[in-house]
């Protein structure tokens, strides 16, 4: 059965209750957790704009731009995600399932993707945001990207379903 399961989250809503389901099918399974975050510019939260990496950050010519605030708003961004990440993990240390989490830097899909099998998870927990047509052809799927390169089963969670999802006592965050 799935005894390692790595869950994708990012900073959204609906990772609230992805991470509700991991912990219950980790407890159902006796199985452990790696709780994964990819600080990218594909995360609405992110301060980097949609065509930056890291390492390339593109501007028009003439413009202006704050370092100093913008890098800022990334220590936030960075230091509030882990934070995320730790809350999430002391949640299933304290419900009887061993969990670790890693912070990493880049694509989601490709970061996700090396984790997984890095860890040798058995299973990926994704979530879906429902992006369908032109959006998901400029933006991209993570969940999609995953699910065929993973290297093990990949369960992809719709954000509607996530949603409507009511977490129990042990697993609810504030």
């Not at 799935?2 to 199985?31: C, M, W």
């Not at 960075?78 to 419900?95: D, G, K, M, Q, V």
């Amino acid at each position: 059965m799935y005894r390692k399961i790595l869950v994708a989250l990012d900073n959204s809503p609906s990772s609230d209750a992805l991470f509700t389901h991991a912990l219950e099918l980790a407890q159902a399974t006796g199985g452990e957790l790696l709780l994964v975050h990819s600080l990218s510019s594909q995360e609405d939260s992110s301060p980097l704009p949609m065509s930056a990496t890291l390492d390339s950050i593109y501007w028009a010519p003439g413009t202006e731009i704050d370092l100093e605030a913008w890098r800022q708003e990334w220590v936030r961004y960075e230091t509030e995600s882990l934070e995320r990440l730790r809350h999430f993990a002391a949640i299933a240390n304290t419900a009887g399932v061993t969990a670790e989490f890693r912070q990493l830097v880049g694509n989601p899909a490709t970061a996700i993707c090396k984790a997984a099998q890095e860890w040798h998870a058995d299973l990926i927990l994704i979530g879906n945001r429902g992006r369908s047509g032109l959006s998901e052809l400029v933006l991209g799927s993570v969940s999609n990207h995953v699910m065929h390169r993973a290297p093990c089963s990949v369960l992809v969670m719709k954000a509607a379903a996530l949603s409507e999802a009511e977490p129990p006592a042990i697993a609810r965050v504030s």
